[in-house]
């Protein structure tokens, strides 16, 4: 594939930091933790970027995916937290926007060498501890008990190959073909019920067969053929059921629980009434939950539809054996009906002709979809969107007739719309009118902002709603899952959620805070601004509507806050421009520092990011905070200039670390804390995936150092979570003058914090990872280092409910749970570090991996609990580590620069085979500028 230039737009600027895209995988409101709020408390959730398959399962295991869904865009919803934990009001760094632009060019032809995952030197910790500190609490779960008496229970492990000549992927039956034809293949070996299958090549049953089986089944113009063989492993389930041994293996106690993850909600698999979408089980017709029963003449124009449905996951704990996390999940879906009147409510109006401007969002909701046309028997199509041209204009070349024409003479069909653009199945094209959409289908794509603010609200349950709904779930589950688990395989499912003890730790200590911390939030007195030198700063408008008496108002709100938090801002070095997207770059280069107006959270932020440099900083604003700025929201306006303040190289505020508990003696010695995140594109066989880096560089761990870095993925690999050249990127920063003390000293501690690893990656990534921080240490004659590691993620499904003397409620910020629902053979806990403002918390999951500084599990979770009141963006402490949240924000921006730098780029198959994609070296200068030293916060 080459690549030819769009001449309407101009040359793409070569990119500097920026985001990945980010895809939905089952998607979960009760984690949009990375958002963007104003300032008084009303939150603004996009949902969170779901990571790979890999990355969704926090402990480690693998759930039932559809191959055909792992390039789009998902939303399926679990019940919203609004944990308040990002509100400033400016759209920097849009963490949690989703974007799914056109296909990006491939990857290029020599992709990045990864170094083989082997098993690392260093030793993992493999042994939990439990704390004392803080205040206990009870709390409720959305886990409930497996048990079982039977006194054998042993699941058999089969692989099912399937084969195809005509497709390359298949010859050999190594890979793996789409979800709609392996379910397709695997219905029709007729096997008994108790037969569960994954959707890939893994049969489980709970009888052993030697005895191969092979069938062969044509579907559509092609022939497969599958053999199920095995069985390749035999499970013990009966021995980690009701309880877990320390030396249990950890790869077999893995092995059970996916299958066990795959075997119970079989009966929901082969339920008719119930269609199975990535992890979730939705019945079919049910309710449209987006119907409002007040206004019930605005129901017929909803673009969307919205069900609810159940999601499981087996866990192993420590405590309790094996358990079964149930979360009620919500899924955007498409209406039934004609492919035409679902178009008219897309662009609102009923129209004989498309104008350009409805060409976008048309596109935006229909590729992907399947539509089924029956002019020549019923048949299924995915569509590729709109061709360009209407049935009366698209002429049959081999027939020398237009589309409309033919199906006049062909099947006497008169068309009513042949003005209308046709619809791309491929190289053919189909008049819209004659297609209508397949029944229980998913959405996929990027949802509408009113969509989208409209699921979060249906979805959203506070805590007492979350106990009431999962109580419900389980009940249903029991209804159609229970008898068949007992029938065939002696399994029983608790009645009751699992009740844990957790403990609130106190709130770290920030001089800098008028009162002590109260629910996570605090009174910032005057910042640590930076040197008062005199530089220019202007406000640059792309919104139409932000005019001259706007910009008067706005730059006077901001002087008189800066003035009362002690930051450096002269209102009379501020200017004022209206401009376009076009002249932008000059203006942003003509000045220190601009503040970037937009109507709205979209793509101009990349466009816009990507002029900006060290030494000409940009902040986006859009115009909705803007005007609250003029008027005169102060916690707005506050956000607002602890973001300027911390660019321009002040510091907002300082935790008092040395007063944690076994960190008096660690705060002594030079400690550098790293935190890093790797996040992925949705279509990422052709794009890289992003690395990001960054690295305390002050002894209050208060300013930091990034790197981004691209890396595209080997054949045959989706995604890159290992961070290949984490040694050169870490040398790189040893390297810069703010470290050269730490280089100096005998002793030094390094603290790295991993954002976003599920369990099955531990030994091969992130441990991998230490090893390489450790041998760019060595590389620069740092011997005397000591190195601990923690993994934090958010991505699971773990819910906790604090019981009050009335009603559940939210948990305090700073409740850690570290006992009986624990990953077995893990040194892990679970924190709650921010406050939930609506809907149900989401605690963070750390683990720790590796610890040469001994300390014991009170002082981490203090510490960890004191770095997310370091991020400097707002006066509430946030759901994870600072150093990790500036990590994920980094490449969140990447991604965003990243996507903004292709997006005037049309890609041609028919052009020369040596145009290809710039390099990766090419690639690298685009995301990381050699001027971008310091990171932005």
């Known amino acids: 594939m080459g690549r030819k230039k769009n001449k309407s737009k101009p040359k793409p600027k070569k990119l500097e930091l920026g985001n990945p895209e980010v895809e939905h995988e089952v998607l979960d409101t009760d984690q949009l933790e990375d958002h963007e709020t104003s300032g008084n408390d009303q939150q603004q959730n996009p949902p969170e970027s779901a990571h790979t398959q890999e990355r969704d399962a926090d402990d480690g295991t693998t759930s039932r995916s559809n191959d055909n869904e792992s390039d789009t865009t998902k939303h ?27 296909d990006p060019p491939p990857a290029p032809s020599s992709t990045c060498q990864v170094p083989q995952p082997q098993s690392a030197s260093v030793t993992m910790i493999r042994k939990n501890q439990h704390g004392t500190k803080g205040n206990k609490v009870t709390l409720s779960t959305n886990s409930f008990n497996l048990s079982s008496k039977a006194k054998k229970l042993n699941i058999y492990q089969y692989d099912l190959c399937i084969r195809c000549p005509d497709d390359p992927r298949l010859v050999d039956g190594a890979g793996v073909p789409s979800k709609f034809i392996c379910d397709e293949v695997f219905k029709e070996f007729e096997f008994e019920p108790h037969i569960a299958y994954d ?26 053929t599958a053999t199920v063989s095995g069985p390749n492993a035999t499970l013990n389930v009966r021995s980690v059921i009701n309880s877990i041994k320390g030396d249990q293996d950890p790869n077999e106690l893995t092995s059970i629980t996916t299958a066990l993850s795959v075997v119970i909600p079989n009966c929901l698999s082969r339920n008719e009434d119930y269609v199975a979408i990535k992890q979730g089980f939705f019945q079919k017709n049910q309710q449209d939950l987006f119907n409002d029963p007040r206004r019930p003449s605005m129901n017929n124009s909803q673009v969307l539809r919205l069900w609810s449905g159940i ?27 004609k492919l035409l009147d679902f178009i008219w409510k897309i662009i609102r109006r009923e129209k004989r002709e498309l104008d350009d401007r409805d060409i976008v969002p048309i596109n935006d909701m229909i590729k992907h979809l399947k539509v089924q046309t029956t002019h020549v028997g019923e048949r299924t199509h995915t569509l590729d969107g709109l061709s360009d041209r209407s049935a009366r204009d698209h002429i049959i070349t081999e027939r020398n007739i237009s589309v409309e024409e033919y199906f006049k003479s062909e099947y006497n069909i008169t068309l009513q719309y042949p003005n209308l ?24 794509g990027k949802l509408p902002g009113p969509i989208q603010g409209k699921l979060i609200l249906k979805a959203r349950e506070d805590p007492e709603k979350k106990i009431m709904s999962g109580r419900a779930l389980r009940e249903r589950l029991g209804t159609l899952c229970g008898e068949w688990l007992v029938t065939h395989y002696g399994i029983e499912l608790g009645r009751e959620p699992i009740v844990v003890e957790g ?8 001089p800098d805070s008028k009162k002590p911390v109260n629910d996570g939030r605090w009174e910032n007195k005057k910042v640590d601004c930076s040197k008062p030198i005199s530089f220019k700063l202007q406000i640059l408008s792309l919104a139409r509507d932000f005019s001259n008496g706007k910009f008067e108002a706005l730059r006077q709100t901001l002087s008189r806050k800066a003035n009362d938090l002690g930051i450096f801002f002269d209102p009379r070095n501020v200017s004022f421009r209206m401009c376009t997207l076009g002249d932008i770059g000059a203006q942003i280069k003509s000045c220190k520092y601009s503040f970037v107006i937009m109507e709205s959270k979209g793509e101009e932020y990349g466009s816009i990011k990507n002029h900006e440099t060290f030494m000409n900083r940009t902040q986006c604003i859009t115009l909705k ?5 003029v008027n005169g929201d102060l916690k707005t306006t506050e956000n607002i200039l602890y973001k300027y303040n911390a660019k321009i190289g002040g510091i907002n505020w300082k935790v008092d670390l040395s007063r944690i508990t076994g960190f008096s003696e660690v705060s002594k010695q030079p400690t550098l804390v790293i935190g890093a995140d790797v996040t992925h594109f949705t279509r990422s066989g052709n794009r890289p995936s992003l690395a990001a880096v960054v690295c305390s560089y002050d002894r209050d761990i208060s300013k930091y150092l990034t790197r981004v870095s691209a890396h595209y993925p080997e054949d045959g690999r989706n995604s890159i979570e290992l961070i290949p050249d984490m040694d050169k990127i870490v ?15 005998k002793q030094r501690n390094v603290i790295y914090y991993r954002d976003g690893v599920s369990q099955g990656q531990f030994e091969n990534t992130v441990m991998k990872e230490l090893e390489l921080i450790k041998k760019a240490f060595l590389d620069k004659g740092c011997k005397d ?47 709650c570090s921010q406050q939930a403002i609506q809907g149900t918390s989401v605690p963070c999951h750390y683990y720790i991996l590796h610890d040469d500084l001994k300390l014991n599990v009170d002082s981490w979770q203090a510490f960890s609990f004191a770095l997310c009141h370091a991020y400097g963006r707002v006066t509430r402490s946030v759901s994870y580590p600072a150093p990790a949240y500036y990590a994920h924000l980094a490449c969140e921006s990447a991604r965003e620069r990243f996507l903004a730098g292709y997006q005037d780029v049309q890609w041609d198959d028919t052009a020369a085979p040596d145009n290809q994609l710039p390099t990766e070296d090419e690639i690298q200068q685009t995301i990381v500028p050699g001027n971008f030293d310091a990171f932005y916060m």
Request: proline fraction near 7%.
């Open 76 to 102: 399926t919803v679990e019940n919203p937290t609004d944990t308040a934990e990002n509100p400033t009001d400016t759209v920097e760094d849009p963490t949690d926007t989703v974007e799914n632009p056109t």
């Open 199 to 224: 959707g890939k090549r893994n049969v489980y049953s709970k009888k052993r067969n030697e005895e191969e089986k092979t069938i062969t089944k044509k579907i559509g113009r092609k022939t497969y």
């Open 311 to 337: 999601k499981t996951r087996v866990t192993p704990t420590e405590g309790d054996g094996l358990t079964l996390r149930v979360t009620k999940v919500f899924q955007a879906m498409y209406p039934n009906g």
């Open 421 to 444: 653009l046709c619809v791309k199945v491929g190289k053919n094209v189909y008049p819209m009118e004659l297609c209508t959409i397949k029944d229980s289908q998913p959405f996929f």
């Open 503 to 510: 403990r609130v730790l106190d709130p770290p200590i920030i």
């Open 625 to 629: 905070v803007a005007e609250k700025v």
């Open 731 to 745: 040398s790189e920063m040893l390297g810069r003058k703010e470290l050269h003390n730490f280089e100096k000293t």
């Open 785 to 831: 280092t000591r190195f601990s590691v923690i993994v934090c993620t958010k991505r699971h499904d773990q819910r906790f409910m604090r019981k009050d003397r009335v009603k559940y409620d939210n948990m305090k910020p700073g409740t850690v749970v570290d006992s009986s629902i624990m990953a077995p053979n893990l040194l892990n806990f679970y924190l």
